[in-house]
């Protein structure tokens, strides 16, 4: 079960492009995906959903949180949980702080990452193991956490053949990644059946590292043809196998209010 978990932990954090000014999940939205892995059709569960910050907060943010569990058989087999905090400036859109942890039978962890824009550093703290906490350059571009980015691709306008470069972060490290549209393909799910554009996040300005030195391939479809444009299923590759979040379920955004923060134009 340590494949499965592996797919769990790449699946709740795949997804690749900087913030922009036009926030891609709203208040109010939720995202909520069925896992499958191997023989398990339905091994865990992904939820995605933003949240205003507190009237009071100064300047205002949003909140999004990420939550993933197994589910099932699965989870009789290998329980694990984890939750993904990403709090963004509502008025910049620029990642404040992300805070990411998870709990298996016999490991938990906790780690907490915050930014310096000024001098370009991250500070990554690893509240349970302090040895690998670690200050580190960020690279040109904004940096956003995979499954805020995932989702930010909705408000892409890409084509076959197009590409777009991204900075991206998985725990310590900072990926400078190029995005490519690969094709159109249509796919079924329990929501409906979407023409759908696929992309593919590549290492290809840098080094291959992390999962893409060894050899794991990442595919997103998103609905072209709906106005909602919904990230409707995502794939990580292994050698060993394959984990698939399919789009099960959609809340729409909440209706905006006066005192709500609004992204600047």
Excluded: C
Excluded at 42 to 58: H, L
Excluded at 95 to 110: D, I, V, Y
Excluded at 159 to 180: C, M, S, W
Excluded at 205 to 218: D, I, L, N, S
């Amino acid at each position: 079960m340590t494949r499965l978990w592996l797919a769990l932990i790449f699946l709740s954090a795949v997804a690749f492009t900087p913030l922009s000014a036009q926030l891609a999940l709203r208040p109010g939205e939720v995202l909520t995906y069925r896992v499958g892995w191997s023989l398990f059709n339905n091994a865990g569960e992904i939820k995605i959903f933003t949240e205003n910050s507190a009237p009071e907060s100064n300047p205002p943010h949003l909140l999004t949180v990420t939550t993933t569990a197994t589910r099932g058989l699965a989870r009789k087999l290998y329980a694990f949980d984890a939750r993904a905090e990403a709090l963004v400036d509502a008025r910049t859109g620029q990642l404040r702080a992300h805070l990411e942890t998870s709990t298996t039978s016999n490991k938990n962890t906790r780690n907490r990452t915050t930014f310096d824009y000024a001098t370009r550093t991250a500070f990554y703290r690893d509240e349970f193991n302090p040895a690998k906490n670690l200050d580190f350059p960020l690279p040109a571009g904004e940096p956003l956490d995979l499954i805020l980015s995932l989702i930010n691709t909705r408000t892409w306008d890409l084509k076959p053949g197009e590409h777009r470069d991204a900075l991206v972060l998985f725990e310590e490290e900072a990926y400078e990644l190029t995005i490519r549209a690969v094709r159109y393909e249509s796919i079924t799910t329990p929501l409906g059946t979407f023409n759908t554009l696929v992309l593919e996040p590549r290492m290809e300005k840098t080094p291959p590292k992390g999962m893409f030195k060894r050899g794991t391939a990442v595919r997103v479809w998103i609905a072209h043809n709906d106005p909602r444009r919904l990230p409707v299923r995502f794939e990580v590759e292994f050698k060993f196998g394959s984990g698939v979040a399919t789009l099960t379920s959609y809340q729409p955004p909440s209706a905006p209010t006066s005192d709500a923060p609004h992204p600047r134009p």
